[in-house]
């Protein structure tokens, strides 16, 4: 068993405005909290950026090309209001993509059995033409398509744990029977999709909101009797989760009341999962968590149980 830490500089290069939940300070309380020597046997790397052909993967060109006008101020591209356009913001999304990209070919080549990617922006809400909720490019539906092109994977099962249902990754896997997209989310917050009757076109969407208040109990369940069975089903050769953490307790931009034991809980039987179906191949991307000491405490957790440890 061994476990790849991807990050990169990036991350904390890229800015958003004072206040902005989704800032640098995440990923430099992650990066204290793997600094311990509880996290020794870590593998680290540092992350190259994705080129545009990769990010093209899950995007089309012409977005990408309109991303990069944007982010010189010289044009438009589809968004909502929780994305803003700096000159530095392509560039750290494609890091950001990177270190997914990375984070999955270690893993399909055999380098490493699983892998956390520890990078912002995040990206399960960046749709296949149009930015939203913090996301440019997505960077699991990204991993999904490179393994599938670079390793022959034939399906890919995706799974969100994050507060806030990965629209943008429902949307580009909605078509496409090879990947499986699973989500725990609540439907109250944005960006209000995640219906149960939100299905994709082959059945290929699982979604499976939760009460708001949930310390748990309606999250294991789903997971038990609904996702961890459909990915079973589905047989993939890849598992890449979305790890949110904001759905901890104590998140200010959650509703859900889940702590640091139920993201272990989690971790592990996706684990247990992975190792009957896939040689225990899972990629790790990190997306939500906005309080610094659950999110710091939850990746811990997280990549502590990835380790076997
Ligand atoms: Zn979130």
């Known amino acids: 068993m061994s476990t790849l830490y991807v990050s990169h500089s990036s991350a904390l290069d890229y800015e958003t405005p004072l206040g902005h939940p ?80 990375q984070a999955t070919h270690e893993v399909m080549s055999g380098a490493v059995t699983n892998s956390f990617a520890a990078m912002r922006p995040p990206g399960h809400h960046a749709e296949h033409a149009c930015a939203k909720g913090f996301c440019y490019l997505n960077n699991a539906a990204i991993a999904a398509r490179y393994a599938q092109k670079a390793f022959g994977a034939e399906r890919i099962a995706i799974l969100d744990w994050d507060v806030h249902h990965g629209n943008g990754t429902q949307d580009i896997c909605w078509h496409d029977p090879s990947i499986m997209y699973c989500s725990t989310h609540v439907l109250a917050l944005y960006p209000h999709t995640g219906d149960i ?22 999250f294991r369940l789903a997971m038990e009797e609904k996702i961890l069975p459909a990915i079973q089903n589905f047989a993939p050769d890849l598992i890449i989760i979305s790890a949110g953490f904001d759905a901890h307790w104590s998140d200010p931009l959650g509703t859900l009341n889940l702590t640091e034991a139920d993201f272990a809980w989690a971790t592990a039987q996706v684990m247990e999962l992975a190792a009957r179906q896939c040689n225990s191949r899972i990629v790790s991307v990190l997306e939500g968590g906005y309080d610094l000491q659950s999110l710091s405490r939850s990746v811990a957790v997280h990549v502590d149980t990835l380790m076997g440890a």
């Open 22 to 101: 989704e800032r640098a300070d995440r990923i430099r309380v992650i990066e204290r909290a793997l600094e311990r020597s509880h996290f020794s046997a870590l593998i680290r790397e540092q992350a190259i950026t994705a080129t545009p052909e990769q990010a093209a993967l899950a995007h089309p060109a012409e977005y990408i090309q309109a991303l990069a006008n944007a982010c010189q101020g010289t044009g438009t591209v589809a968004h909502d209001d929780d994305v803003a356009f700096y000159p530095g913001t392509l560039a750290s999304a494609l890091f950001s993509a990177g270190a997914a990209i």
């Open 197 to 218: 009757t939100e299905t994709g076109e082959t059945g290929n969407i699982v979604n499976a909101p939760l009460p708001e208040g949930d310390d748990g109990g309606f």
